[in-house]
């Protein structure tokens, strides 16, 4: 199997991303972090007063928007209009105006095309909430990654505090509580598990076990061993 595609599914702070990357480093292949793609939409709404609930104003903004994504050293890069924001779109509020801007039609009609057409080229990781569902129905390994509310606010408050942010844990669960509500509950092409992917509970597994279990199923479904390109 020469081009496959593996589809990562769930929440916000299931260990989606990290999961990923790891395993494009095993197995060699592209990592696409969907979820920066809708964060660059909204910063570019922010950055310029456009409000990221106003359905009709962000449609109008993505004729403004060119997006480019740069792969360097096996790690996605975004690019917006030329500027390189990938250290700028990991804010708290840019992930609340990502799930704003992610309910509006236009916007995952754009990005599931780019998304589709990647995953046409070379084989890749892809996660972000509905990839096993709508951008790659058709991958060869589908994933559903889940954890309890609180473990997932800690792990996302972590990665707050690594960049200097210090949240109170409960304002950190609040955000996650409204996050997946509004991923779950959209109209267009919500947030649900895949009636073909395999779902794994996440909460007190580490990385290593979590990237283990998926490796025996991207084995079993492709026949690709650990480290093989």
């Known amino acids: 199997m020469d081009i496959y595609s593996i589809a990562i599914d769930g929440p916000a702070g299931s260990g989606k991303s990290t999961v990923a990357k790891e395993l494009s480093d095993r197995l ?21 007063g456009i409000s990221t609930t106003d359905g009709k104003a962000v449609a109008e903004a993505l004729d403004n928007i060119k997006m480019d994504i ?7 890069r975004m690019i917006l209009n030329g500027e390189d924001v990938t250290g700028l779109i990991r804010s708290a509020e840019v992930g609340q105006g ?16 780019m998304q589709q057409e990647m995953a046409k ?13 709508v951008v790659l129905p058709n991958a060869e390994v589908k994933i559903y ?33 409204r996050r997946d509500h ?22 007190g597994l580490n990385v290593e076990q979590v990237t283990e279990a998926i490796m025996k199923i991207v ?9 093989e390109k």
């Open 28 to 48: 060699g292949i592209i990592y696409v972090d969907t979820g920066a793609m809708y964060r660059t939409v909204a910063y570019y709404c922010m950055k310029n």
């Open 70 to 76: 740069s792969i360097e050293d096996g790690v996605q």
């Open 98 to 113: 990502a799930s704003d801007v992610g309910t509006f039609v236009p916007v995952r009609d754009r990005l599931v095309e």
């Open 121 to 133: 080229k070379t084989s890749v990781v892809m996660d972000g909430r509905d990839i096993g569902t």
């Open 145 to 177: 990654l889940n954890a309890d509310v609180e473990e997932r606010a800690r792990r996302r408050r972590k990665d707050f505090l690594a960049k200097g942010v210090d949240e109170p844990l409960e304002s950190v669960v609040e955000q996650i509580r």
């Open 182 to 203: 509004n991923d779950m509950t959209r109209e267009y092409n919500p947030l649900r598990k895949a009636d073909d992917a395999v779902e794994i509970d996440t909460t």
């Open 219 to 227: 084995n079993e479904k492709t026949g690709k061993k650990t480290g």
